[in-house]
């Protein structure tokens, strides 16, 4: 079941909230119906990766056990404007609170961001052994599993020389075997994407359906442009 619902923030700006997948049935949202926030559990503005969560508030008369999520996949949340895409990710793998003792109740879904999910996840290799390769093809491959993500920006103030024109993440490569232990146990595949984010000195933070890794001493200096990369070439 898809559930899906709008309303309007304090600018009369308009947003289109979907739950899930399928036949599309309407939900009513309650007075506070969707908070996101970003983490804030460690204020290290260098943190390898920056998650955020989202708290949807609906009122229902009835019992809606499709919100359960058992996977860490298996309910999308997206929200959305005129503009595109402001936020998505997944209801959190939980049960959500419902009191059935009123006619109609006011519950609150949980749901963390698609970057997130990568902590279910154990990292897997990009060909059929394990190769070496770029480090954009590793952020590349990690991103895809989110299933949410259109595309990535690497900031570009690390350069080879003077005139250079390329990524140089795109020229840098690493073995998968590094990502396995001495058992063969690989790493969660966000464990392996905050590892590639500290050796680059570079914060993975989500917006809409884009992955930014930004430099926070480069945008310090005024330097805030990137290499764009489409997630899947």
Known sequence: MKYTAQFYDINEKLYTLEIGSGEVQNITLSATPFITELETSDSHLYKPCKYSSATIGMITDDYKFDLYSSTAQQNKVVLSSASGIVWVGYVTPN????????????????????LSTLQYYKYTIIGSKKDI????????????????????YISDNTQLNATSDFCLPSKMYISEQNFFDEDDEPMTMQEVLEEVCKYLNVT????????YFLDYDAIKNGINTYYRFTLGT
Do not use: P
Request: net charge negative.
């Open 95 to 114: 049960l959500y609170s419902q009191g059935y003792e009123n006619e109609l109740e006011e519950i609150e879904v949980e749901a963390i961001d698609a």
């Open 133 to 152: 390769v770029s480090f954009t093809q590793i952020i590349n491959h990690l991103l895809s599993k989110c299933n949410a993500y259109s595309s990535f």
């Open 204 to 211: 993975a933070v989500a917006d809409g359906d884009k992955v």
